[in-house]
């Protein structure tokens, strides 16, 4: 689940009907799509795909999940003694220096209750979701002001920006006919803006869109022509997966020359036979690869622009994303990997 898909939003305090429907409304717009509402306000769920939670005067409607205002020891055991019998869990309280949220979360560990906590800022967010490095399951925001909800989403939709570094081309070599990867976004990108894919987990060249003109085609920026289809490309979160597990609906991490990086939902994944050609490039210290369609339109990205695949030549310098250790399953590993 990303960040976001933690984040439930209250819709149900306002009196205002009309106000209520705005921070759905807001909350939709944003990418939220967990929300709690009022019995009666059902209607709200015509304005977009949602999973919604109903309340009747302040409690859940459903007795498999409670919400508690904690405000001393009675009620901090009280909500640890539901632990396991309820599916989900809201706690709240004005002070947890007071009562130790570690204290909920390590009794809540494996018992199957999520526990969420009521969050009225982005800085309360952020300190819930990291609390004991796991964090509560989620939160639930409380505020009604537009603005904050969009800029809550925003933050919580954003990725981490990555380092890239630049490595030396030491060979282009034509292949023969192999299958290949397109991958069709859901989201338009902008030259220098691509994925990062590579025949090595620990090496991934920032392959760049298909948004430049061509004498052949008309531009593409929804799509990159990755790869062949064992290759390795960078999702969310630190993961890999191979582009041959690609399909719509998965989320992939877009980055671009700046190392800056956000998150595309894929709508196609074309896999397709084509002449390949292996790039060659080495650090200094090792040589890394990566197989890629023999064509014009595919491009891989420099400090200073782009460069098709087809014009690459020996010293050369193109940009990736270097790690260390392997992958198990798309998860980074610290263990001795060797990929040649």
């Known amino acids: 689940m990303t960040a976001l898909g933690r984040i439930i939003l209250r819709a149900d305090g306002p009196e205002s009907e009309s106000e209520r429907k705005d921070i759905v409304t807001s909350g939709l717009e944003s990418g939220i799509t967990s ?18 939670f109903y309340t009747r005067e302040g409690a859940f409607s459903d007795p498999n999940l409670e919400i508690i205002d904690i405000d001393g020891p009675e009620s901090q055991e009280y909500a640890i003694s539901l632990a396991g019998k309820k599916k989900i869990v809201i706690a709240s309280t004005t002070d947890w220096t007071v009562i130790p949220l570690e204290n909920l979360i390590a009794n809540y560990e494996g018992t199957g209750t999520e526990l969420f906590i009521r969050a009225d ?50 060979s282009v070599t034509p292949m023969d006919v192999g299958d ?10 902008v030259p220098g803006e691509g994925m990062l894919v590579g025949s090595y987990s620990d090496c991934l060249f ?6 430049e003109d061509s004498g052949y085609v008309s531009s ?3 799509r990159v022509n990755a790869g062949a289809v064992h290759c390795y490309i960078e999702a969310p979160n630190g993961r890999t997966m191979y582009l041959s597990e690609i399909s719509a609906g998965e989320r992939v991490l877009l980055c671009d020359s700046k190392g800056r990086t956000r998150t595309a939902t894929v709508g196609r994944s074309k896999i397709e036979r084509r002449p390949l050609i292996m790039v060659t490039a080495t650090d200094g210290e090792r040589e890394y690869s990566i197989m890629l369609q023999n064509a014009e339109t595919i491009k891989m990205v420099t400090s200073d622009g782009s ?26 590993v610290n263990e001795t990997v060797s990929e040649k």
Do not use: W
Not at 180 to 189: E, G, H, I, L, Y
Not at 206 to 211: D, K, P, T
Not at 311 to 332: A, I
């Open 206 to 211: 920032l392959v760049q869109s298909e948004s």
């Open 121 to 170: 800022n982005s800085e309360q967010t952020d300190l819930y979701m990291s609390v004991m490095e796991k964090g509560v399951d989620g939160v639930i925001f409380t505020s009604a002001s537009a603005d904050e909800i969009r800029s809550l989403a925003e933050r919580y939709s954003a990725s981490p920006d990555i380092s890239l570094k630049e490595v030396k081309i030491v």
């Open 35 to 52: 929300f709690i509402l009022r019995e009666g306000d059902e209607k709200f769920e015509t304005l977009g795909r949602m999973e919604a």
């Open 220 to 222: 593409r920026p929804f």
């Open 180 to 189: 290949r990867v397109c991958v069709d976004t859901c989201s338009m990108m």
């Open 307 to 332: 460069i098709s695949v087809t014009m690459l030549k020996e010293g050369d310098r193109v940009l990736v994303k270097l790690g260390t250790g392997g992958k198990h399953f798309g998860m980074p």
